[in-house]
């Protein structure tokens, strides 16, 4: 347990200090940590469920709190909420197979036995039972207020009558466990292997002596560009290299090791160039609920450049990015300011900035992010295959159960 | 004191091996300025505890550390030592997983060299520094990487023995009217060998001598082909150290200030031909808070986010995060604001304050739980936490410490410092620059001045108790429902208070640096041509003179320098005269200016040699101006330029009138005799001068009977003059 702690804090501190950064990294550390989080995690007997779900959700508010603008951290930590709820439900409902079995069975005997009244509150107890376990609680159980503790020691009382059940049960509870972790390994591998899903699909989007625009430097659309490559697809990459933090610049370098015709241009050349662009292509920090995009700063102006020529727009996305919160204000509340020296240099511009002088002072704003609309992205191309903006709320649905929206 | 030195060396090699095993990156951070500067908020509360955009400053440079990968920490506790150490018992640095936090507390030490003193003898009994270190002061705030600066001292120390430190460097640009660099402290001169990076030369440009002259050694340009002198620079007050720099403190035990006496020392004494060298960082940030000023420029610094991520909306060492919005404002989620108030660029605002209606706020910090009422304005302050703000107070440019209320309708004049819980009477305007604190001023200066506050914080709590009974009886300095003293500016300072204020400085400041540097310049220019000699003279007189705003006045006592020297040296008149044109052209004058002054010139000269009475005086003048009336020949060609002169000549009678004032009539008949003065001329300023007031006529009725005389002699169309002139 403590070593788990350890890890824990030392995660967050490496978040809040901005040492790790970048969705996939964050994505894989998170999602390593909340394994072992959860393989360290002692389960009570009753509602195992509920106590992976109050360790991990308790770890994940802490590692998003570290850095909220790492959206990555947030799905990951809901995807391994949805995947213990997911498994908690097949397992209900496994053993709710097997109880109603059982209980059929019973309801013979006491039939026999005792009569009718008592058959028949059974009956409608099991059925509520597996309602509130079966599905989340519906607004009607709320309203009827059929209370849940009032179930729970039905069905133990229940389980009294047969040996067999407890054993069940603690069985049971290893099964939860390893199943969510299998669940989890299937996330890593998932999380790992995005590039190469998205990689796959390079082929359809990408045809010969096409010339394809993308601004800064995204893993993700690397493979993307050289899996067309390797498929003797020959087409010319124009990179924007993404002021101020060049990361183009090191793209096109990767891209030219591995033999792909690439040109170099200045961000503010985009609007020039698109023109001659027959696709943009480039990676996202994160999508939102709404199919907006979060991605590197700059990307709004592609995007817009990309409408006015009628040039579509491609956002490659891992499904770890997928964010199920809707963007409000998010120029700055999903945004990062970061140090201005990455624009200029402190001691050049020094004499300008002294704010005592009462005159002009220089103020320098240097944002991670831009935001993209949706009306903008022609085609979201995830791990899963193509899909419209419009589409994603219901990708989201898929990813994400809704108790965990607000975590 | 060899023996010593051997003591040290072996330890030192030991260590080398201990090194190469375990390379463990240690700091030594002192938790103590050694200065007044922060007087007298420092008197209650450590300065690394003073909060810098809501959190306190220590937590900076802890959390800079940790991040550098700083592994070992030795926080040197001085004064308030048990506040330092209970506030580090509470954050979360005690307990932090990568970073170990060490304290040592001393009460004795007053200066830095006796911290790093004590340390060596620690050092000897516990050997607990294995290597270099970083030897930082509490207050930096800096997001510079530090591993591969110590690799790189580690690398040169290997290659040279001698190489003891590096110091960082940053590049600023200062002020050229002030002479202070952006944090406010002294003009920083400094010669960097350019390829070694060795620093060569170490200067601060005190403000006493602000035109003085860098003094460098010859044989440092013997030594080294060439040299890169510096003035942008800022020294961060970061240094790599050897464990050799702790030796040599106990060596000399003189040693107090790090820059004053250890870097002059090793590189003016070439103590065991020690070498310090340089590291210029580019990127990223680090500053020293050594002053209000450079408190302010620092916390702009931290908002306008150049230390990233050391930012108010990250959480980088237990402090709560703000939320960072549109134009730099930072404000804690849970701040009660009124619709109506009106929170301008750059403001942080933190946790449970309240805002209350109409108030105007901008380019401030306020702390947490503050409650500020209606209509107030704050404006590039600094407010601490839980302070009260009544309605319709005024706060500009000032700092104001944890629990100070101020009532109604009070105003706080920039550069205002308010230490702990003063209160600030209804509607009192506490003056600009003005430190309030309940604590009387310390009235004696000790001999250990240099001690940053009474050295035990138990004495002052004492103090304080006591002063808050005389408080109650005592009307107070700050109106009648406030309590506080305002404290006297001391050490004569009052004129640099307005450098190191937190305020920006004034406008009128300005005007007058930039106009005395205007002085200046023209000067140098004026004085190029000519020899060497005069500059200084020029100088020296320039420094008492009162209007500098008068070109005139300096365009005069130019050309008296000239005429005088000319008059010294024998010089031709042709030559002088072409420099008096010079002048006339660098200060674009007129030729009746030139009249006047080179005739002041001389008449001064005839005034100031010695002599006993008027005849003698009279004597001097006629030689002088016999002398040189073809130099004031050259100017009075015209009918103007010769009233010119004789304005002047009246407007220095009047200014001496006992010694002047009785010859003016003769010298006038004089300058008449030596055809300086045409006859026309004098009549036209008789004319001019007759309709003047009767104060004015004095020398005009003095010499009537010449004018007279003049009169008839030109209606009688040149009689014989010689006669005339004979009788008189």
């Not at chain 2, 505890?49 to 959390?63: E, G, K, R």
């Not at chain 2, 210029?280 to 002053?291: G, L, V, W």
């Not at chain 2, 300023?685 to 010499?703: F, I, P, R, S």
Request: charged fraction near 25%; hydrophobic fraction near 40%; proline fraction near 4%.
């Amino acid at each position: 347990m403590p070593d788990v702690q350890s890890m824990v804090a030392e995660f967050v501190n490496k978040l809040r200090k901005r040492k790790i950064e970048g969705s996939q990294a964050t994505a894989k550390c998170t999602v390593e940590l909340l394994r072992s989080v959860i393989s360290h995690q002692r389960v009570p007997h009753a509602n195992q469920a509920a106590a992976l779900i109050d360790a991990v959700k308790a770890v994940g508010q802490q590692l998003v709190a570290a850095n909220p603008v790492e959206l990555a951290v947030g799905n990951v930590v809901r995807r391994v909420l949805h995947i213990i709820r997911e498994e908690d439900l097949s397992l209900t409902t496994a053993a709710m197979a097997g109880l109603d079995l059982l209980d059929a069975s019973d309801d013979d005997d006491i039939d026999n036995c005792k009569g009718i009244g008592y058959p028949a509150m059974s009956a409608a107890v099991v059925a509520a039972a597996a309602r509130s376990t079966l599905r989340p609680p519906s607004l009607q159980t709320l309203l009827e207020g059929t209370p849940e503790s009032a179930t729970v020691p039905y069905t133990s009382s229940s389980g009294a009558d047969s040996e067999s059940k407890t054993a069940d049960k603690s069985s049971l509870t290893r099964k939860l466990k390893h199943d969510v972790i299998e669940g989890v390994n299937q996330l890593i591998q998932e999380i790992s292997g995005c590039h190469e899903q998205i990689a796959e699909q390079a082929i359809e989007h990408i045809h010969q002596n096409e010339v394809i625009l993308t601004l800064g430097s995204s893993r993700t659309v690397l493979e993307f560009l050289c899996a067309a490559k390797e498929k003797k697809r020959s087409f010319r990459v124009f990179v924007a290299e993404g002021a101020p933090r060049y990361q183009g610049h090191l793209l096109a370098k990767e891209l030219v090791a591995r033999g792909l015709q690439t040109t170099v241009i200045t961000d503010s050349a985009v609007f020039a160039m698109i023109s001659r662009v027959n696709m943009v292509i480039i990676g996202a920090h994160a999508v939102m609920a709404n199919g907006g995009v979060i991605g590197p700063v700059g990307v709004n102006m592609a995007a817009l450049a990309a409408k006015k020529h009628a040039v579509p727009f491609v956002v490659l996305a891992g499904s770890h990015k997928l964010c199920p919160l809707y963007p409000h204000n998010p120029e700055v509340l999903l945004n990062e300011l970061r140090s201005p020296s990455e624009l200029l240099d402190f001691g050049e511009f020094s004499d300008c900035l002294d704010f005592g002088a009462g005159s002009g002072s220089l103020q320098v704003v240097n944002p991670t992010f831009d935001y993209v609309p949706p009306n903008l992205v022609s085609l979201f191309i995830t791990d899963t295959g193509g899909h419209n903006p419009s589409y994603m709320y219901r990708l989201i649905a898929d990813y994400y159960s809704a108790d965990d929206l607000v975590m | 004191m060899g023996a010593q030195k051997k003591g040290g060396g072996g330890a030192r090699v030991s260590e080398d091996a201990e090194e190469q095993s375990h390379q463990r990156l240690q700091a030594i951070l002192l938790a103590d300025s050694f200065a007044t500067k922060f007087r007298p908020v420092t008197l209650e509360r450590p300065k690394v505890l003073l909060p810098i955009v809501n959190v306190p400053m220590i937590d900076y440079t802890l959390a800079w550390l940790e991040y550098a990968g700083i592994e070992e920490v030795f926080v040197f506790c001085c004064a308030h030592s048990i506040q330092i150490i209970e506030y580090l018992e509470k954050s979360e640095w005690y307990s932090h997983p990568n970073l170990v936090v060490r304290t040592i507390e001393s009460h004795k030490s007053i200066s830095a060299g006796d911290a790093l003193r004590y340390m060596y003898e620690q050092q000897t009994e516990t050997s607990q520094i294995q290597g270099d270190f970083v030897l930082v002061s509490g207050d930096t705030v800096s997001n510079m990487p530090l591993a591969d600066l110590i690799q790189e001292h580690r690398e040169r120390k290997k290659k040279d023995e001698k190489a003891i430190m590096t110091m960082v460097i940053k590049q600023s640009k200062s002020s050229s009217l002030t002479h202070q660099s952006r944090l406010g402290t002294d003009q920083l001169f400094i010669a960097v060998d350019p390829l070694t990076k060795q620093l060569l030369h170490y200067e601060e440009d005190k403000i006493d001598h602000p035109r003085g002259s860098v003094c460098l050694d010859k044989s440092l340009l013997e030594s080294n082909p060439s040299v890169l002198v510096c003035n942008d620079m800022q020294d961060c007050y970061i240094d790599i150290c050897s464990p050799e720099v702790l030796s040599l403190f106990e060596d000399n035990f003189d040693y107090q200030h790090l820059r004053r006496h250890f870097v002059k020392g090793v590189l003016v004494d070439d103590i065991m031909g020690y070498k310090i060298f340089t590291h210029e960082i580019h990127s990223s940030y680090a500053a020293r808070i050594d002053n209000f000023r450079s408190y302010d420029t620092v916390s702009k610094d931290i908002i306008q986010r150049w230390t990233f991520p050391y930012v108010p909306d990250i959480n980088f060492s237990g402090n709560r995060p703000l939320k960072l919005g549109r134009q730099g404002i930072y404000r804690a989620c849970d701040v009660i604001q009124s619709r109506s108030a009106d929170v301008g660029a750059s403001s942080v605002i933190g946790y449970g304050t309240k805002i209350g209606d109409g108030d105007k706020i901008l380019n401030s910090v306020i702390g947490n739980g503050c409650s500020i009422g209606s209509n107030v304005v704050i404006e590039g302050s600094y407010i601490w936490n839980n302070v009260t703000i009544e309605d319709g107070c005024e706060i500009r440019n000032a700092i104001v410490s944890d629990g100070v209320k101020i009532r109604a309708g009070a105003v706080l004049q920039p550069g205002v410092v308010l230490s702990f819980n003063v209160v600030v009477g209804r509607d009192f305007v506490v003056p600009a620059y003005s430190k309030v604190s309940l604590l009387q001023q310390p009235t004696t200066e000790d001999s250990d001045e240099e001690l940053e506050y009474a050295d035990s914080s138990s004495r002052t709590a004492d103090h304080l108790s006591g002063l808050n009974l005389q408080m109650e009886s005592k009307a107070s300095e700050l109106g009648p429902d406030g309590a506080g003293y305002i404290w006297e500016v001391c050490e004569g300072a009052h004129d640099e208070e307005w450098k190191h204020s937190v305020a920006p400085i004034p406008e009128d400041k300005l005007a007058e640096i930039t106009q005395a540097i205007d002085d200046d310049d023209t000067d140098d220019e004026s004085v190029v041509p000519t020899s060497g000699e005069l500059k200084s003279d020029a100088d020296s007189i320039n420094t008492d003179m009162n209007d500098p705003n008068d070109d005139y006045y300096d365009f005069e006592k130019e050309v008296e320098g000239t005429v005088l020297r000319a008059v010294e040296e024998n010089i031709k008149v042709d030559l002088v005269t072409l420099e008096i044109n010079g002048l006339r052209l660098s200060y674009n004058m007129e030729s009746a200016d030139c009249a006047g002054a080179t005739f002041y010139s001389m008449m001064k000269l005839a005034v100031d040699t010695p002599h006993n009475s008027a005849s003698e005086l009279y004597k001097n003048a006629a030689s002088i101006i016999t002398k040189w009336k073809e130099l004031l020949g050259f100017y009075v060609k015209k009918i103007d330029e010769q009233i010119e002169v004789i304005m002047k000549f009246e407007e220095m009678c009047q200014e001496s009138p006992k010694e002047l004032g009785p010859l003016f009539t003769q010298i006038l008949h004089l300058l008449y005799d030596k055809d300086v003065l045409q006859e026309d001329a004098i009549l036209r300023w008789a004319e001019e001068k007759a309709g003047a007031d009767e104060a004015d006529k004095v020398y005009l009725k003095q010499c009537e009977t010449f004018i007279q005389w003049l009169k008839e002699a030109s209606e009688e169309e040149d009689e014989d003059d010689e006669d005339e002139e004979e009788d008189d």
